[in-house]
């Protein structure tokens, strides 16, 4: 990183908190072509999630209150290796969709998410790696 600190070093800023509830289900289980074992893992989830302490600029450039929303997806898997996953949130969110992709292939999981943001950040790609360990 390049730079130096700013307020952050003075000021203590407050990490957003909130309350979720959801469910989280494996639906389906296909073999995709016929006399093959192909397995698809469909999991679809929905949560209720209310923040605590997020405020947000209205129309008005005035700080107010987040609402609550409710945020649900959809997972496809093939053989444990491939996923590729949708989500969609309701509400006055920044972020109301977004899709992605993850391959695996022990011990690394590579996940990739396109997300348009309503703010200023614009089209967002985030690229992530998980390692895991076998202990």
């Known amino acids: 990183n390049l730079g130096q600190m700013?307020?952050?070093n003075v000021e203590r800023s407050e990490l957003p908190t909130q309350f979720r509830a959801g469910l989280d289900v494996n639906t389906v289980q296909i073999s995709a072509f016929s006399g093959a074992e192909i397995p698809v893992v469909i999991n679809i989830s929905a949560d209720y999630v209310l923040p605590l302490n997020e405020?947000?600029?209205?129309a008005n450039n005035n700080l107010i209150e987040s609402g609550d929303y409710l945020a649900f997806g959809i997972d496809a898997g093939l053989y444990d290796i491939v996923n590729v996953r949708a989500g969609y949130r309701t509400g006055d969110t920044a972020r109301n969709w977004g899709?992605?992709?993850?391959?695996?292939?022990?011990?690394?999981?590579?996940?990739?998410?396109?997300?348009?943001?309503e703010t200023g950040f614009g089209m967002v790609h985030s690229i992530s790696m998980q390692y895991f360990f076998d202990w």
């Not at 996940?111 to 943001?117: K, L, R, S, T």
Request: charged letters at 25%; zero cysteines.
């Open 55 to 58: 405020k947000k600029l209205n």
């Open 6 to 8: 700013e307020k952050l």
């Open 99 to 117: 899709f992605g992709a993850a391959i695996q292939v022990d011990p690394v999981k590579v996940h990739y998410a396109f997300v348009p943001f």
